[in-house]
């Protein structure tokens, strides 16, 4: 039942009453803000609060969460003060209750991020960070740990209908070419101004890489900074004409009007891609027109530093937990931002400073137990003692390390238990092969009582500690904590983080399984309007939307919902859903389109009606600010759009090159031809043995050309042991070769026409005769023994195996071996 | 007395190869002769159909046999040769079981012992059983029972290790028999050869079952993934196994991997109820409840399919897979591995993937011209229209290839 509660300009009434909405709160559905313990804010900086006591709980909690973090001078605290006298004076230090209530007008507690408080940090208004982001994200933390107390539930989702906007017709890059980039903006601008820190080669190397002299790379880069449809509004043309971003020609103004030409000249060679007018589809949206899904129900209550890596640029990755000092870590080497929140180090690292990493000694001790969390995704399976997060000092010293090795996690840590590098390391199982190129959130646990332990993606995956709990007095606060590698850059961990957060409790299995399910990354709803289709006003089909990575978007959770609950659609077929972008059906991906679902409100849940478990992943393409969405239908209510299939594949053969008209038989045909032609049993004991030994080294395949010496070899062993037995073999040879005796010395037995009785039988049986493809008779037969009147052949077989002295059966197994062996067998 | 008169000389060619080979006569041995010029009467056609179809060289008596029906002057037809020459036990015990043996293994060894996979083809072969079964019969090839062999096990392959030591005929020797008699599976759970125990071992063992998907479309589709890589198709049915951003990079899904995986998982989710025991020994049959292979590293993608039951659905009938020319007169969806075997085994890329298969196995190539294609798709046309027949399409082949 969808929670519908009126509040102020937006209506706040329960589904089922009575009363056209516009509006609608979600409450705890993925968004909201649950946490209810205190963050640990032990190191803030000590104020010199005296003056009356906090009135309340909730004025407590708002000096525990707030005040204590904001009063400094070099905080809020420097002019809305009572000295100062800067309203609203919420970091007044003379009395607590007076700030209290003046924090109340810029602290909205149902929904800390949009209080004027993180807004106004959040724009740059004396934010105390080089990112205002960060500092709003660190407002937001303390509010919510503020909100934690008073509001004592969760931050609700208002689901606000979107303007309705046709999917308009766009420039996509996928009309455009590199060629055109290269030639107008590249060429042009980007290496002659861009150059001096935009490539991975200068010595002040700044990412993203759109001046690299590898155009594709810097195509890549430059995509998301330049807006085909408006390049006035690029991100290119923006950070010189608003942000004076090293300009050239001393004049901000023409540096980028001069941008802006080249992005439009090379707009111009892009041709809008129209919609299809044929199809039946929702309205358009772009991620920024979606309402917030994410950003609370982690369990945060025992958090000590958190990195959620939004800054997207710069060389600092943001602690934004909230807890001082905050450990801002600063990314060197090869790194890349990732979209849709976090950094990918390729080859560097983010090392925060001996002085900031304190925090985690010293808190950490103070509770004897930690918790190390993180999003990451593993570039690959194949990377061995690669740090992942790292306490430590070097290679042989530290206070706790999470590391991959191939497809284990490990988890070293320094107790009285273990030695100062932590060893031994407790790993993941490695059949188990739970590490994988995927996003993974990984947890790892210590405490003195259960030791160490490792879950992967919510779920315990390593077996009892086998090293007893220990006390941590010998953790060092000189060490530095680091990401993606070793401090002494001796590990490098290639992969993407998404989020990493230190807590200094263990995580309970829940706790665990509750931050898992949060997931990471920037979601948003979608409403897609479709009441012009159905005619059921404020009808949509709801996603969870999120940039899934620098390429493509993850839309999830698809609903069909009526923010108005007066509206009770029933029955409304709907077939085949798929994802547009930029005017057009995205060209892969498209998970639903096989959906047939009826609507009805009947199924409505907390989101309305779920249509679909599975999720969708698109690819990106110009950008979250500029891409723009809508869906389409194959059929939905009465309007249907007639799809086309995609024609058979039709190969169109080619001519291979002439083949080989003959072969050589193969193993097993050798062996059965020489059985065959000798009349031996190939189950005879000596000849199986003989080929089982030899069959793995004879001809496999048939082609002449794969022919070797080393076959020729084995046939000829294979051939001797046939010709062995069958002259071994008294009633065999005496059936084979009828009339030869050999009994007979060498001399008599081959004298003259003897020779034929061994001869004929031989040639005959093994190359047949009459077979024009065979060697001619009468060359095989003086190759072997013929001799003739005139002596021509004196250098045939017999003559000189009977010269070197041979026995009779030794030369009628030689000559027998010399058919049986010979391509008159071999060839096929 | 024989006739010599017919013997012919080779020419100059071949009188310098006999020469280089004299060296070899100093250790008995006459090497191969890799060139034969030489024009082909009946009687070198008849030869080399045994050649080919037999692995071994005619006797003399079945030489002159099959030479007067090769001789289009004297009674007989060519074809009637190949049967002839098919009749040589050989045809079964070598060129048949090395035809099958690179099918039952991820290697594609030929050097694998005899199993029931490869017994099962060539007893089909043997007795005509319409090939197109080959993916979906309640059928196994065992030895007969007058050969005291160890029985048929679903925990082991001694019967046929024997069967293959003791070098029995499978000519005469082979009994066709109901799988679901010997193996313990359903008759409605046994689809032909995919479900023997050795296709099993190698292809339903660890992973996730969709090896016996891919080898079953490699052997006999004779086509790889790559060869039916459509990223056009809904990804909705590839299993969350199968990473969306493999590396932090969700191109190399949207590229590559999308296109094998959203027509292979719904069609590898037949075998949903498969896996091989590797204690056991033996195929595993879980009806209704899906392996947990099919749930392996659900994490990484949680928005992926998550495998309800066996039923598969044939994606490749839309797109550029129709190319495969699947058959109309089936519904393209089903559950369990015998109707995907159906399915698979009435395409026309599993009948012409056999015929091709023949014809590299007889004529020692692929078919490579415009007239070996033609005879492919004659061939082709026959062995569908005629009953699925594999001894008919060895014997085409060989006549084809017989040389002229």
Redesign the interface.
């Known amino acids: 039942m969808t929670d519908l509660i009126e509040s102020g300009r937006k209506g706040v009434i329960r589904a089922g009453l009575a009363g056209a909405l516009c509006i609608a709160l979600l409450g705890g559905c993925g968004g909201g803000a649950q946490t209810t313990d205190n963050p640990v804010t032990g190191v803030t900086p000590p104020s010199s609060y005296s003056g009356p006591p906090p009135a309340t709980d909730d004025v407590q909690s708002f000096k525990l969460n707030v005040w204590d973090n904001i009063q400094a001078s070099n905080r809020c605290g420097g002019c809305h003060n009572d000295s100062t006298s800067q309203t609203p004076m919420f970091a007044r230090h003379d009395d607590i209750n007076l700030a209290y209530e003046a924090a109340n007008t810029v602290a909205n507690l149902s929904q800390p991020s949009d209080s004027r408080l993180v807004s106004k940090v959040g724009t740059g208004h004396n934010c105390w960070l080089s990112d205002s982001q960060a500092c709003a994200d660190i407002m937001t933390t303390w509010i919510e740990g503020w909100a934690g107390d008073a509001a004592g539930g969760g931050r609700q989702i208002v689901l606000e209908p979107p303007v309705a906007s046709a999917p308009g017709s766009s420039k996509s890059y996928a009309n455009a070419t590199e060629a055109n980039f290269a030639a107008l903006v590249h060429g042009p601008l980007l290496t002659t101004y861009c150059a001096g820190c935009h490539t991975s080669q200068s010595p002040n190397s700044q990412q993203p890489y759109f001046a690299e002299d590898d155009v594709s790379v810097a195509y890549d880069a430059a995509k998301p900074r330049m807006a085909l449809d408006s390049p006035v509004d690029s991100r290119f043309v923006v950070r010189l004409g608003s942000e004076f971003h090293n300009c050239w020609d001393d004049s901000c103004s023409a540096s980028a009007a001069e941008m802006q030409a080249a992005i439009q000249a090379f707009a111009d060679t892009v041709p809008l891609t129209e919609i299809n007018p044929l199809l039946v589809n929702s309205n358009a949206l772009r991620i920024v027109d979606g309402v917030v899904a994410s950003g609370g129900n982690r369990y945060e209550g025992a958090q000590i530093a958190l990195w959620e890596f939004k800054t997207g640029q710069g060389a600092t990755a943001f602690d934004t937990s909230g807890v001082e000092p905050a450990i801002n870590l600063t990314l060197s080497g090869n790194y890349e931002w990732f979209g849709g929140w976090g950094v990918t180090i390729n080859d560097g690292k983010a090392q925060g400073t001996t002085s900031a990493s304190k925090k985690l000694h010293d808190l950490i001790r103070g509770t004897g137990e930690y918790t190390i969390e993180a999003w990451v995704v593993p570039a690959n399976v194949s990377q061995e003692m690669a740090r992942i997060v790292s306490y430590s000092a070097g290679d042989d010293a530290r206070n706790f390390t999470l590391q991959q090795t191939l497809y284990d996690y490990n988890f070293l840590h320094r107790s009285t238990e273990t030695s100062l590098n932590g060893d031994p390391a407790l790993s993941t199982p490695s059949a188990a092969e739970v590490l994988q190129a995927a996003l993974q959130h990984v947890v790892a646990t210590y405490s003195p009582v259960d030791g160490r332990r490792i879950y992967v993606n919510g779920e315990l995956v390593t077996q009892a500690d086998p090293v007893a709990g220990g006390s941590l007095v010998d953790w060092q606060d000189t060490f530095a904590f680091v990401l993606g590698n070793e401090v002494s850059s001796s590990g490098l961990w290639q992969g993407t983080f998404r989020l990493v957060a230190m807590h200094n409790r263990v995580l309970t299995p829940e706790q665990i399984l509750q931050n898992f399910d949060v997931g990471v990354g920037e979601k948003f709803y979608l409403l897609f309007g479709i009441e012009d289709i159905i005619n059921v006003p404020t009808a949509y089909i709801l996603f969870e939307v999120a940039q899934f990575d620098s390429y493509g978007y993850l839309f999830t959770q698809p609903h069909f919902i009526t923010l108005d609950s007066t509206q009770q659609p029933d029955g409304i077929p709907l077939q085949g859903l798929r994802i547009g972008i930029n005017g057009a059906e995205a060209p892969v991906g498209q998970s639903y389109a096989n959906m047939d679902q009826t609507l009805s409100y009947s199924q409505f849940g907390e989101l309305g009606q779920p249509l679909a478990e599975i999720g969708a992943v698109v690819p990106l393409e110009k950008g979250p600010q500029d891409d723009e969405f809508f869906l389409t239908f194959d059929l939905l209510g009465q309007q249907t759009y007639a799809r086309t299939d995609n024609p058979p594949l039709v190969i169109t053969p080619t001519d291979l090159p002439p083949a080989s008209r003959f072969g050589v038989r193969t193993f097993d045909e050798i062996n059965a031809t020489m059985a065959a032609v000798t009349t031996v049993d190939p189950a005879q004991t000596d000849v199986d043995l003989t080929y089982q030994s030899l069959r793995q080294s004879l001809p496999t395949i048939e082609s002449p050309e794969a022919f070797l010496a080393s076959h020729q070899v084995a046939i000829a062993q294979l051939a001797i042991e046939y010709c062995n037995v069958l002259i071994e073999d008294p009633a065999m040879a005496a059936a084979y070769f009828p009339g030869f005796d050999f009994n007979q010395a060498a001399a008599a037995a081959f004298a003259g026409a003897n020779r034929d009785l061994i001869l004929e039988p031989l040639i005959d049986r093994m190359m047949g005769f009459g077979i024009q493809t065979q060697p001619d008779y009468a060359d095989v037969r003086n190759e072997l023994g013929y001799v003739t009147s005139d002596g021509t052949r004196p250098d045939n077989l017999i003559d000189r195996l009977l010269s070197s002295g041979a026995a009779t059966r030794s030369i009628s197994k030689g000559v027998c071996a010399a058919v049986l062996g010979s391509a008159v067998t071999l060839v096929q | 007395m024989?006739?010599?008169t017919?013997?012919?000389?080779?020419g100059a060619g071949?009188?310098t190869f006999?020469a280089g080979?004299?060296q070899?006569?100093?250790?008995?041995?006459?090497?191969?002769?890799?060139a034969?010029p030489?024009?082909?009467?009946p009687?070198?056609q008849a030869?080399?159909i045994h050649?080919?179809l037999a692995?071994?060289?005619?006797?003399?008596s079945v030489?002159d046999t099959m030479e007067a029906e090769v001789d289009p002057f004297r009674a007989g037809t060519a074809l009637d040769a190949a049967f002839t020459a098919m009749e040589n036990p050989?045809f079964y015990?070598?060129?048949l079981?090395?035809f099958a043996a690179p099918w039952t293994n991820r290697e594609r060894s030929?050097?694998v012992p005899l199993n029931d996979y490869i017994a099962t083809v060539v007893g089909m072969i043997r007795d005509d059983v319409p090939f197109n079964t080959l993916l979906s019969a309640d059928l196994v090839y065992v030895g007969n029972g007058s050969l005291g062999l160890p029985p048929y096990s679903s925990s082991n392959n001694n019967h046929y290790a024997e069967m293959e030591q003791?070098?029995i005929d499978m000519m005469s020797e082979l009994s066709p028999t109901a799988q679901s008699a010997v193996s313990g599976l359903p008759s409605n759970a046994t689809a032909g050869v995919m479900t023997t125990r050795a296709a099993a071992e190698a292809f339903f063992v660890a992973g996730t079952n969709r090896a016996m998907f891919r080898f079953t479309l490699l052997n006999h589709m004779c086509n790889d993934l790559e060869q039916v890589h459509?990223?056009?198709l809904?990804?909705?049915r590839i299993r969350q196994d199968v990473?969306?951003?493999?590396?932090?990079?969700?191109?190399l899904?949207?590229?590559n991997c999308?296109g094998c995986h959203n027509g292979m998982d719904p069609l590898a989710q037949a075998f949903a109820y498969y896996n091989f025991n590797v204690d056991t020994g033996s195929i595993e049959y879980t009806p209704g409840q899906v392996q947990p292979k099919y749930f392996n590293?659900e994490?990484?993608?949680p928005?992926?399919?998550?495998t309800p039951d066996d039923r598969w659905d044939n994606y490749w009938r839309?797109?550029?897979?129709?190319?495969l020319g699947w058959d109309n007169s089936l519904p393209g969806s089903g559950s369990g591995a015998k109707s995907l075997g159906d399915e698979l085994g009435n395409s026309a890329a599993f009948a012409s993937c056999q015929v091709r298969k023949v014809f590299q196995a007889v004529c020692?190539?692929?078919p490579?011209?415009?007239a070996d294609?033609t005879q492919v798709d004659q061939m082709v046309m026959s062995f569908t229209s005629s009953g699925y027949l594999m001894k008919q399409v060895f014997a085409e082949t060989a006549v084809y290839?017989m040389?002229d």
Request: with cysteine; glycine share 10%; proline share 6%.
């Open positions: 024989k006739d010599r017919r013997k012919g000389s080779l071949h009188r006999v080979l004299t070899l006569f100093a250790v008995g041995i006459l090497s191969a002769a890799l034969l030489a024009t082909a009467g009687r070198e030869k080399r050649d080919r692995g071994v060289p005619p006797s003399a030489l050989n015990n070598v060129t079981k090395n030929v050097f003791r070098q459509d990223v056009n809904p990804p909705d990473a969306r951003s493999p590396g932090g990079d969700s191109r899904f949207l590229n999308i590293n994490d990484n993608f928005f992926g399919f998550r839309a797109g550029q897979n129709q190319f020692l190539r692929p490579q011209d415009a294609r290839c040389g």
